[in-house]
T-cell receptor, first 113, second 118 residues
Framework: AQSVTQPDIHITVSEGASLELRCNYS??????LFWYVQSPGQGLQLLLK??????LVQGIKGFEAEFKRSQSSFNLRKPSVHWSDAAEYFC???????????FGTGTRLTIIP | GAVVSQHPSRVICKSGTSVKIECRSL??????MFWYRQFPKQSLMLMAT?????????EQGVEKDKFLINHASLTLSTLTVTSAHPEDSSFYIC??????????????FGPGTRLTVT
């Protein structure tokens, strides 16, 4: 069975600073990996996804993520955060032939001036 | 785009009554729709997967007689919480997939419905 671990429950970053949110997955074959963002009381918005090919994936809002098979990781990065990036971030894993997504427990991002 | 709507956004109902939540894909046909439940400050828990015209597949531990799912068309799925109790209070989120090919694998999420049972 596939699983996702987001080790950081809450991260606080200064506006303008760089950001890295960690995600580790467990799956036997090549996973499909996703990052979603959720603002309070809202649904989830897809930031980026990895299916195959280039392991560095560019997403919306200036986010990127890198798939590292050797580390079973898919960390999300942004070079300079904005106050509007404050939200909950979820990493999710899927697999070919299995349409379900498994979500991590989420990382809450707080931005300070 | 791929827009998914949910209605209502908030609902308060009395214990013992039933409430229906609608999930619509507005600009695409959704071959598969998913229903999730999210508790405060927690992750999403998949409740069921529904395909148009067929019975929903429920996750282990989810009562199919309590959470009725109907996927009558390629753009509409409904979740009915029957005989609701306060413990059913939660944030319910639906999502939809455009197709079955791997390049349509991502799910597009609705804005969620906050259910409060009094």
């Amino acid at each position: 069975a596939q699983s996702v671990t987001q080790p950081d429950i809450h991260i606080t970053v200064s506006e303008g600073a760089s950001l890295e949110l960690r995600c580790n997955y467990s799956y036997g074959a090549t996973p499909y990996l996703f990052w979603y963002v959720q603002s309070p009381g809202q649904g989830l918005q897809l930031l980026l996804k990895y299916f195959s090919g280039d392991t560095l994936v560019q997403g919306i809002k200036g986010f990127e993520a890198e798939f590292k098979r050797s580390q079973s990781s898919f960390n999300l990065r942004k070079p300079s955060v904005h106050w509007s990036d404050a939200a909950e971030y979820f990493c999710a894993v899927g697999a070919q032939g299995n349409e379900k997504l498994t979500f991590g427990t989420g990382t809450r991002l707080t931005i300070i001036p | 785009g791929a827009v998914v709507s949910q209605h209502p956004s908030r609902v308060i109902c009395k214990s013992g009554t039933s409430v229906k939540i609608e999930c619509r894909s507005l600009d695409f046909q959704a071959t598969t729709m998913f229903w999730y439940r999210q508790f405060p400050k927690q992750s999403l828990m998949l409740m069921a997967t529904s395909n148009e015209g067929s019975k929903a597949t429920y996750e282990q531990g989810v009562e199919k007689d309590k959470f009725l799912i109907n996927h009558a068309s390629l753009t509409l799925s409904t979740l009915t919480v029957t005989s609701a109790h306060p413990e059913d209070s939660s944030f319910y989120i639906c999502s939809a997939r455009k197709g079955t090919a791997s390049d349509t694998y991502e799910q597009y999420f609705g804005p969620g419905t906050r259910l409060t049972v009094t």
